[in-house]
């Protein structure tokens, strides 16, 4: 019967736990241009790329988990390797960096765009609207108006970076900034709460709170129209939304359980999480497409949901202002493993002090490139559109495909193992009784050799000797009416003797104590036992009794942390040494059975993945590798084209 780690109250709170750590790393800045996407690609063909990127997370995540189970290693790296090869690892981590990279620049220009809401709230600076009809005077106002809002935008975000980036960079731990983002997800859904409560207010009544710009109810009420450029563009972005997979891996490391309970656990937690985050994306998107980004809204057209807002708006400025925040500090656990990858790449260690040099001037050069590409990036969805489509593919399609080719293989390999772990398990119990004896006998001449070694000739023996000889004087003048003293002298010598016989083919060294037995010639230099050591006899039988107790309590306590004290004499010193050298024999038998992967593994034969396995998930491939470069490219013609005038005033 299958034991249970947790309690059903701990279950619940694990399971609840889990469900909402999937729910924060997955959640990010992509939600805040999911509205403009609705928008532009019409509900209907949304719907239909965001349950693709559903389903295909979904089995994205079994595969991952399933690797897990059968390898148990705790990184995407780890998973790569035993899968593939160590180049396949590198390349996945490559793209890792270059994507987090794409993220720390979007991060830029969205605490940027922030900050300068805010330096307009606090400013008085009026919004930037166009009129609702051609008039030279008010379009000529309008132009000016918006090139000073892109000059202060542009000082801004090179503050942002060159500044507030660039200090935070310097920062080598990010213990207490760790603790700081994960509050991000109170944040992200007082934020979801704040845009729909607005959004939902603005639609019954008709008018959008502390609004100076003139907004209307959008045309057509519910956008069903796709964009040619929305289409080829934005299927990739939507695989952003669902980025469990890194996490899975060290989820599972970290876990408590056996593996069946632990499988589970990810397996059902990832469901739960992913219908969260569908149910909170679904309702974002359509509530905030229904809201802004209609043909008729030419001041509402932001990607960044929370700039279509009124700067005047206290509510969402709150929102903002904690979201920088929340930046900076995620900012920094994000920069940590760009570094790391630039750091392994040079073979540089940060413990060293080239590599700690090392540490600092990547993070100002990462900050340098991410501030001038920040500078120069119109908007988020561009960031979103680039990232996604080359270095997200890698990560978020390719990936689980390289990793579910190999799940047969990997099944197989644990299968193979668990059957010859068995096997070599699998002895004659007379025999394995036997040695089991026999390595305990062995245990326990060498505790009683060490001991009585100790008491003759190990350190406090001159006074342990002289109280046993004023132990046996007075006893014999009590019994010396009963016993003969020449005959208990004779038999005591005789004892002493054989004694000595046997402490000279010891050979085991402690520390303080003669590693052999002195010759007879030094034997003059020693304070002679007495004839009869009473004490010393009872002594050894103490020493013995303890010194057997060590492998039991030993193995009572090995999983608890035993508290270090240093010796206090030099006899306990001893002690202490032959107490360490009887446990670690003990030890050297507990740990007997481990075997090696390798020695497992040994004549294991990997099975031929199934045709239609293959054909399957390269056809998957061969359609996300065309999707996405098309994407890619048609986001690089974009960039490039000329663009029309929006609105009545001409640009």
């Known amino acids: 019967m299958t034991t249970q ?30 509205g403009n996407r609705f928008s532009n690609l019409g509900w209907p063909l949304s719907t239909v790329y965001m349950t693709l990127a559903v389903i295909f997370s979904f089995w994205g995540y079994r595969q991952i988990i399933d690797a897990c189970t059968y390898t148990r290693y705790s990184t995407i790296r780890s998973l790569l390797i035993v899968t593939w090869n160590k180049v396949i690892a590198e390349i996945v981590g490559y ?5 987090i990279f794409g993220f720390l620049v979007a991060y830029c220009v969205i605490s940027s765009d922030y900050i300068h809401s805010i330096y307009n709230f606090f400013s008085k600076t009026p919004a930037c609207n166009q009129p609702a009809a ?20 542009k000082i801004i975000r090179a503050i942002v970076g060159g500044g507030a980036f660039m200090l935070l960079s310097f920062v080598s731990s990010v213990g207490i900034l760790s603790l700081i983002s994960s509050l991000s997800l109170i944040l992200v859904v007082f934020s979801i709460s704040v845009i729909l409560g607005r959004c939902i207010e603005a639609l019954i009544k008709g008018k959008l709170a502390h609004d100076s710009g003139g907004w209307t109810r959008r045309e057509p009420p519910i956008p069903y129209k796709p964009d040619v450029w929305s289409v080829l563009i934005d299927f990739p972005s939507y695989f952003s939304l669902y980025t469990l997979i890194p996490t899975i891996p060290s989820l599972y490391a970290e876990m408590k359980g056996s593996i069946s309970e632990k499988t589970k656990i990810i397996h059902r937690t990832s469901i739960y999480a992913t219908v969260v985050l569908i149910t909170i994306y679904m309702l974002l998107a359509y509530v905030t497409s229904a809201t802004f980004y209609g043909s008729n809204q030419e001041n509402y057209r932001q990607d960044n949901i929370l700039n279509n807002f009124s700067d005047n708006d206290k509510l969402v400025l709150s929102v903002r202002i904690l979201y920088v925040l929340v930046i900076f500090t995620a900012f920094v656990c994000c920069l940590f493993p760009c570094r790391a990858i630039l750091l392994d790449i040079v073979k540089a260690d940060r413990t060293t002090k080239r590599g700690k040099v090392l540490f600092f001037v990547t993070g100002i050069i990462i900050v340098l490139l991410l501030t001038i590409l920040a500078i120069f990036v119109p908007s988020i969805t561009l960031v979103f559109d680039i990232i996604t489509s080359l270095f997200g593919f890698v990560l978020y399609l390719g990936l689980p495909i390289l990793v579910g080719l190999k799940i047969p293989v990997l099944k ?17 119990p007379d025999t394995e009784m036997k040695q089991t004896n026999a390595m305990e006998a062995k245990i326990r001449d060498r505790t009683n050799s060490i001991t009585a070694f100790l008491s003759v000739f190990g350190p406090g023996a001159t006074e342990r000797v002289r109280q046993a000889s004023e132990s046996i ?25 054989r004694r000595l016989s046997s402490y000279r083919h010891s050979h085991i060294p402690f520390k303080g104590v003669p590693s052999t037995i002195p010759e007879a010639s030094d034997l003059s230099k020693i304070e002679t036992p007495p004839l009869n050591n009473v004490s010393l006899e009872s002594e050894h039988a103490r020493q013995q009794s303890r010194l057997q107790t060590i492998p039991e309590t030993y193995e009572h306590d090995r999983n608890r942390v035993q508290e270090v004290t240093e010796p206090d004499t030099e006899e306990e010193e001893t002690t202490h040494n032959i107490s360490t050298r009887v446990v670690t024999e003990q030890v050297a038998i507990d740990h007997s059975h481990t075997i090696s992967d390798e020695v497992l593994l040994e004549g294991f034969t990997p099975p031929k993945v199934s045709l239609k396995r293959q054909i399957i998930l390269w056809t998957i491939t061969s359609l996300f590798i065309i999707t996405n470069s098309t994407s890619f ?19």
Do not use: Q, W
């Not at 947790?6 to 241009?33: D, F, H």
């Not at 490219?633 to 640009?651: Q, Y």
């Open 5 to 34: 780690t947790y309690t059903p109250n701990e279950e619940k709170r694990v399971y609840a736990g889990t469900t909402m750590l999937m729910i924060g790393s997955c959640i990010g800045a992509s939600l805040l241009a999911l």
């Open 95 to 99: 793209a890792t960096m270059f994507l």
């Open 134 to 153: 051609y008039d030279e005077g008010l379009c000529n106002e309008y132009i000016k108006c918006v090139a000073a809002s892109n000059k202060v935008d």
């Open 412 to 428: 197989a390999r644990r299968e193979y193992m668990e059957a010859t772990r068995a096997a070599m398990h699998r002895k004659d």
């Open 473 to 497: 004087v007075r006893r014999m003048s009590m019994t010396s009416d009963r016993l003969s003293i020449g005959g208990r002298a004779d038999r005591a010598s005789s004892s002493s003797g």
């Open 633 to 651: 490219v048609m986001t690089i013609i974009k960039i490039f084209s000329p663009k029309g005038n929006t609105g009545v005033c001409p640009k």
